[in-house]
Each structure stands twice: as structure tokens, then as C-alpha cells.
């Protein structure tokens, strides 16, 4: 079991910045890949970025390439996004995702999500 809890979001105005932050608990060394993912209100849930523990392979959605960096913190067990530049289009809940696998068997785990609101 992996628990997630995510935190950081708020309102910012247009172009403005937010750090998002994911801890995770529990059996963490069962983790291979953690990812962020948004859902607006009346949108389906969309990737927005993803990296892998081991190696640190990254992959970001076309809309928020050059703005957004995912990164992790093994040490601390900790999934950060970096958001600038940020536009209308990002307001969304942010959930922090963690897919784990263990003696074979796979697993997916989600956090609580946080609201970003980006207006003026």
C-alpha cells in the first residue's frame, strides 16, 4: 500500500507561479513511475507530466511543455511540479498518481488532488 497526500495549489494570476508537492508513504520502494495529472470541470482527466523513479525518464503533455518541470526527491519520498508562466487553461484539481509493482503484480495509487485556479 502506497499513500499519497498532495498539497501546494491556490489562486495566482495569469503568468504567475505555483510548486505542487506529493509525499508518499508506505511501501514506497514498490514505486516505478509517479505522475501528475489534472482534471478541469467538465473535462476528463489528462497526463500532465510523469518521471520514473529509477533514472528520472521524464515525459510532459504538449500544453504544458517549457513551463511545467516534474521532479522527485527519492531521499524524502517526494514528487514536486514546478508551474510558470501559468495560463486560464491550467485551472484544474492536480492529482498525484504513483504506479507500483511487486512481485509482479501491479498497483495504482492516487492522491487527494489540490485545486490550482489560475485568474485575475
Known amino acids: 500500500q502506497v499513500r499519497l497526500v498532495d498539497s501546494g495549489g491556490g489562486l495566482v494570476q495569469p503568468g504567475g507561479s505555483l510548486r505542487l508537492s506529493c509525499v508518499a508513504s508506505?511501501?514506497?520502494?514498490?514505486?516505478?513511475?509517479m505522475t501528475w495529472y489534472r482534471q478541469a470541470p467538465g473535462k476528463e482527466r489528462e497526463l500532465v507530466a510523469s518521471?520514473?523513479?529509477?533514472?528520472?525518464?521524464?515525459n510532459y503533455a504538449d500544453s504544458v511543455k517549457g513551463r511545467f518541470t516534474i521532479s522527485r526527491d527519492n531521499a524524502v519520498n517526494t514528487l514536486y511540479l514546478q508551474m510558470n508562466n501559468l495560463k486560464s487553461e491550467d485551472t484544474a484539481v492536480y492529482y498525484c498518481n504513483a504506479a507500483t509493482t511487486r512481485w509482479g503484480l501491479l498497483g495504482d495509487y492516487w492522491g487527494q488532488g489540490t485545486q490550482v485556479t489560475v485568474s485575475s
Open positions: 518521471i520514473t523513479r529509477v533514472g528520472g525518464s521524464t
Open positions: 508506505g511501501s514506497t520502494s514498490s514505486i516505478y513511475r
